[in-house]
């Protein structure tokens, strides 16, 4: 689908974000729409979980980001949270200590409704573990006594708990089984099949296609080249330049 098919939840204007006083993105635009799985591709260090950081408030930035119409460029990242934006980070951070229901619990939210009044998806911990039978079958289990795989896995689900409208998920194929790999494909479909879109921070280009939409493709802070993700499969150039394949 072209972009004009989706009514944009999320808009990325003139974006730049730094550490400290390192400058990381330069100017990134870009935007999400209703539904739509949309990947941020790049080589390591390119920008990507920079951009996802500074679109959640969690670094430095300067520049217009807009989710459901509403200026969030200076808003901190729980009130941003709030809103239905949900953030999957690389490094997974769940509570270790707690088990995988009081995991869900801690990111529990109200249910949500879209911008033209109409119910967005509830998330229950059994919606969940239909979604995740691996967690379904270990709710007792401290999250510091699961594999890498299945503490993905509580992350992703904890996110959903939050009810977000959009999820900003960091990396989901990166060191984790092709098992594991495969059931996060099928979570950002179903996601998708609900009308809940996904910005995904992503290198595996195999995996991008075949759950993306469209693609950005970030080289040293800056948006290179966007498209839908079929042409960029397509062409060449734009692999070996941008994602070194």
């Not at 200026?71 to 951070?93: K, N």
């Not at 249910?111 to 998806?121: L, S, V």
């Not at 759950?211 to 993700?229: F, P």
Request: aromatic share 6%; with cysteine.
């Amino acid at each position: 689908m072209t972009e004009n098919a989706y009514a944009p939840l999320l808009q990325v204007q003139g974006l730049n974000a730094w550490y400290g006083a390192a400058q990381i993105l330069f100017d990134v635009s870009l935007q999400v729409g209703r539904g739509e799985v949309v990947a941020l591709m790049g080589r390591n260090g390119a920008g990507k979980s920079t951009t996802l950081k500074a679109v959640m408030g969690m670094v430095a930035r300067r520049g217009s980001v807009q989710f459901l119409g509403q200026d969030i460029a200076r808003r901190e990242p729980h009130d941003i949270a709030r809103l239905g934006l949900g953030y999957v980070p690389e490094e997974r951070r769940i509570f270790t200590d707690l088990s995988v229901m009081d995991n869900l619990e801690v990111g529990r939210q109200r249910p949500r409704r879209w911008p033209d009044g109409t119910p967005a998806p509830e998330w229950t911990p059994e919606k969940l573990f239909a979604l995740f039978p691996n967690l379904g079958e270990m709710p007792q289990r401290p999250g510091g006594r699961m594999s890498g795989g299945e503490q993905q896995m509580l992350t992703v689900a904890r996110t959903l708990m939050g009810q977000p409208l959009l999820v900003l998920l960091d990396e989901p194929s990166e060191g984790v089984a092709p098992l594991i790999v495969q059931q996060m494909a099928r979570t950002i479909r179903a996601l998708k099949a609900q009308g809940v879109s996904v910005l995904l921070s992503e290198q595996n280009l195999p995996f991008a296609e075949a759950v993306a939409d469209r693609a950005y493709l970030i080289e040293q802070g800056q948006v290179v080249h966007e498209g839908r993700m079929a042409d960029v499969v397509a062409n060449p150039d734009v692999r070996k330049n941008c994602l070194g394949v």
